[in-house]
């Protein structure tokens, strides 16, 4: 009789993935919390005698079954060795994290006809089960089964086109009726109009405006602002209080420093020139509720975008009890705005000069990379006058966006640091601290070390998945007779296809683990060449055109991480940084984690005011 023990380290790991929908077309409870999955994957567990792993439980929450690319979704297939839909390196049944895959249904796994064959396949071939709870079922790699999930996925994107159309249909009848079709807008207050449901149940009906009478006279007073001839900028610095602008706040703003509202974790509090100039266009100042110029569409890969709606599709209600700006002041803007409009199309030959197209190589290296280390925000180029009288000149150098753009009371980070010289130092700190044969040698022991503990760990494992093995083949022998006795077809033909399933899989990871081992020295010199040869390939690429090293610093330095840069004390800056590769920048013992870079004396420039 097998213990306890022996039993948990024979039964297939299972991981689960759970997902809830953004849109309203989850209609059941259970799809509508990702905790009652796990609960039910975790019982469908239990009965099948499946050990769950928990730190291989994926969940998405409010993410679209639509986009292929999904945080927990893209996790757990890194984990199954698939990274940017491509698998990248052989399929090592042995090293997997998981032996079963538990899923509700299709639907929760992906819901976009154009890769919902190809995902399912990727899973499946690497060797994992793949179980649908809801159907009890087994996924396997047949014609049938590839056929239905191609299937499946038609129907599940049709669905969700059409729950979408729904959702829209639904806010274009509330703009008709002048309601709120969602979000927060400054100067109004939200009203949830509560009613009772047929049930009889009390619920939120819709939600209406009402005025904000504080935040109201804030907008009046940045309009008659921008009329009276200063622009977005100027007038975001002088409602953030910026001291060069004294003048203008107390002549508009009575002298003090309104607040712009935080709606839930978006903004700074501070305001923002772009937030002025859409404030400036918002037709709910005049009284006018306007619902559908804009509506998102997906690509392919269920990324959303937003396109211009038909005109005849787009809703407009007078609602005169909402308005804020009055009539001759809000034309008096709007006639600006579009003076302004026809003088920049007028000095541009009619062309427009908008952001550049999503995916166009910066001509930078650094850029979108820095961030500011005292307020978070991006370190952006900006042409800057440098000396004076005939030797002064325009040079590029990194600014804090946010206090450019919004005033020194947003950030006090006055750096203006040459971009030349930023990209030297970060440069020079990869190329003397990560780019050596210290890094490959420490990137080698840490590999061989753990290498060892991995084969420590499975010593026994040969001799486990032997008796598995032979327990599986004894059921499915045990299967195929009941089948000849003329038992349950379709249950027992299942409960078949799961057993020769389950010896396929164990007789790949035995393979695995019988092959003969590369022994540990030769495996790090193996290591070592291969680093060595992948740094060499690295230094190519930062010492090549900007465009070229740009991609090797986007590569090199994690997204979740970016190069802060701080003032320092003493008038000179920090560096902190890391790469995927190691520690970017070393700090000393005063220090720890940074670099002190001071700047030499008359590098900050001196500004005009």
């Not at 959702?167 to 509560?194: D, Q, S, W």
Request: glycine residues 8%; charged residues 30%; aromatic residues 6%.
């Amino acid at each position: 009789m097998k213990s306890a023990k022996a039993e948990g380290l024979l039964a297939l790991r299972a991981a689960i993935y759970a997902r809830k929908s953004t849109d309203d077309s989850d209609k059941s409870d259970e799809l509508k919390s990702v905790a009652i999955q796990i609960e039910s994957a975790q019982r469908f567990a239990a009965e099948r005698g499946f050990r769950v792993v928990a730190e291989h439980i994926y969940l998405d929450d409010r993410v679209s079954g639509a986009r292929i690319s999904r945080p927990a979704l893209d996790r757990m297939m890194a984990a199954l060795g698939v990274r940017d839909g491509k698998r990248r390196g052989p399929i090592d049944p042995g090293a997997l994290p998981f032996d079963v895959l538990i899923v509700r249904d299709q639907s929760r796994l992906i819901r976009n006809a154009h890769h919902a064959t190809r995902l399912i396949d990727q899973i499946v071939r690497s060797g994992v089960q793949l179980w649908y709870y809801k159907e009890r079922k087994m996924v396997q790699r047949e014609f049938n089964d590839q056929l239905l999930a191609s299937v499946h996925g038609q129907i599940d994107s049709a669905q969700r086109i059409k729950a979408s159309q729904d959702a829209r249909e639904g806010l274009a009848e509330r703009a008709l009726r002048g309601y709120n079709t969602g979000g927060c807008v400054y100067g109004y207050i939200n009203c949830p109009v509560m009613g009772q449901m047929a049930s009889g149940q009390q619920a939120r009906l819709y939600t209406d405006f009402a005025i904000d009478k504080e935040q109201a006279e804030i907008v009046r007073r940045i309009f008659r602002m921008y009329a009276d001839g200063y622009g977005p900028r100027k007038i975001a610095k002088t409602l953030n209080g910026d001291p060069r602008y004294a003048k203008e706040s107390r002549r508009y703003f009575s002298g003090e420093r309104p607040r712009k509202p935080v709606v839930g974790k978006r903004g700074s509090g501070s305001w923002a020139p772009s937030a002025v100039r859409d404030m400036l266009r918002n037709e709910r100042y005049a009284g006018h509720i306007v619902f559908g110029r804009w509506k998102n569409d997906y690509d392919e890969d269920g990324e959303k975008y937003r396109v211009k709606a038909d005109a005849s599709k787009i809703v407009r209600t007078e609602r005169p009890d909402l308005r804020i700006v009055e009539p001759d002041l809000w034309e008096r803007v709007q006639r600006r705005i579009r003076d302004e409009q026809q003088s920049y199309l007028l000095s541009t030959s009619g062309e427009l000069h908008g952001r550049p197209t999503r995916g166009l190589a910066s001509r930078y290296m650094l850029s979108g990379l820095i961030r500011c280390g005292c307020c978070g925000s991006s370190m952006v180029i900006s042409s800057q006058p440098f000396g004076s009288g005939k030797t002064r000149r325009m040079e590029r150098v990194f600014i804090c966006n946010y206090r450019s753009h919004r005033g020194s009371t947003a950030c006090s980070n006055s750096l203006r640091l040459r971009k030349d010289r930023v990209e030297h130092e970060v440069l020079s700190a990869i190329e003397q601290q990560v780019l050596t044969p210290a890094v490959v040698r420490a990137a080698v022991r840490r590999a061989i070390e753990m290498k060892r503990a991995r084969d420590g760990q499975h010593a026994d494992r040969p001799a486990e998945l032997r008796r598995a093995l032979a327990q599986a083949e004894g059921e499915r022998e045990r299967y195929a007779k009941a089948i000849a006795l003329g038992g349950p077809l379709e249950t027992l033909v299942a409960k078949l296809a799961e057993c020769e399933q389950r010896e396929k899989t164990l007789r790949a990871e035995l393979a695995v683990v019988r092959a003969p081992r590369v022994p540990y020295e030769l495996g790090a010199k193996r290591l070592e060449r291969t680093y060595t040869e992948r740094l060499a390939h690295w230094r190519e690429l930062l010492a090549a055109a900007p465009e070229r090293a740009r991609e090797a610093m986007v590569a090199l330095t994690p997204a979740e991480q970016p190069i802060l840069l701080t003032p320092g004390k003493d008038g000179g800056y920090r560096l902190h940084g890391a790469t995927k590769l190691g520690p970017l920048l070393f700090g000393d013992a005063a220090s720890p984690g940074s670099a002190k870079l001071a700047s030499p004396r008359g590098f900050e420039p001196r500004l005009p005011p």
